[in-house]
Antibody, heavy 122, light 113 residues
Framework: QMQLQESGPGLVKPSETLSLTCSVSGGSINSDRYYWAWIRQPPGQGLEWIGTISKSGTYFHNPSLKSRLTISVHPSKNQFSLNLTSVTAADTAVYYC??????????????WGRGTLVTVSS | DIVMTQSPDSLAVSLGERATINCKSSQSLLYTSNNKNYLAWYQQRPGQPPKLLFYWASTRESGVPDRFSGSGAGTHFTLTISSLQAEDVAIYYCQQYYSTLLTFGGGTKVEIK
């Protein structure tokens, strides 16, 4: 069964760049059977969709983050990644990588990583 | 943006009793060309990632107990737990995927009374 695992620093300084990687196991990003997403959840708060990408690079993002956000897919490594620049304390959250149910954004998210807490603090 | 509003924010229900969670969208989630409502429900237990319960408003994900049901269309949707069990303590979220700007409701916390 496909599993997703987030990795990256747990602490980022304000104004720096948050970089996370999602490693996919039990299936191939190259199969083009799914789209891939990032979602975040500030401590004690609700869920915020960050963005979604396909293997071929079709890309959707939350406009509230657009100017700071880059999501990339790395099929040869079976990974996809998130870069968020100029972070502030408001970017402190649990970051989840996830999978859409099929190769379109117009379907629910049916598989989630366990999440990784990223704290923005000096 | 499509705004998703859930109610109540929290509810406490006795074991074996019914729990009802409402979700309202700021615009219709019904795509008329296929007659599908682009609405999903998730369950998030403490310390865990969300888990998909329903999609297309009422299609149960594999493995979800049948005490859970999803209903509604257009702009009003409901998640019902017919007989609350201890393992159902969680926060429940609705989410629309009608728009390419995906949005979630604020969540409803379900507790045992």
């Amino acid at each position: 069964q496909m599993q997703l695992q987030e990795s990256g620093p747990g602490l980022v300084k304000p104004s720096e760049t948050l970089s996370l990687t999602c490693s996919v196991s039990g299936g191939s990003i190259n199969s083009d059977r799914y789209y891939w997403a990032w979602i975040r959840q500030p401590p004690g708060q609700g869920l915020e969709w960050i963005g979604t990408i396909s293997k071929s690079g079709t890309y959707f993002h939350n406009p509230s983050l657009k100017s700071r956000l880059t999501i990339s897919v790395h099929p040869s490594k079976n990974q996809f990644s998130l870069n968020l620049t100029s972070v502030t304390a408001a970017d402190t959250a649990v970051y989840y990588c996830a999978r859409h149910q099929s190769p379109t954004i117009a379907v629910p998210i049916d598989r989630w990583g366990r999440g990784t807490l990223v704290t923005v603090s000096s | 943006d499509i705004v998703m509003t859930q109610s109540p924010d929290s509810l406490a229900v006795s074991l074996g009793e019914r729990a009802t969670i409402n979700c309202k969208s700021s615009q219709s989630l019904l795509y008329t060309s296929n007659n599908k409502n682009y609405l999903a429900w998730y369950q998030q237990r403490p310390g865990q990632p969300p888990k998909l319960l329903f999609y297309w408003a009422s299609t149960r994900e594999s493995g979800v107990p049948d005490r859970f049901s999803g209903s509604g269309a257009g702009t009003h949707f409901t998640l019902t737990i017919s007989s609350l069990q201890a393992e159902d303590v969680a926060i429940y979220y609705c989410q629309q995927y009608y728009s390419t700007l995906l949005t979630f409701g604020g969540g409803t916390k379900v507790e045992i009374k």
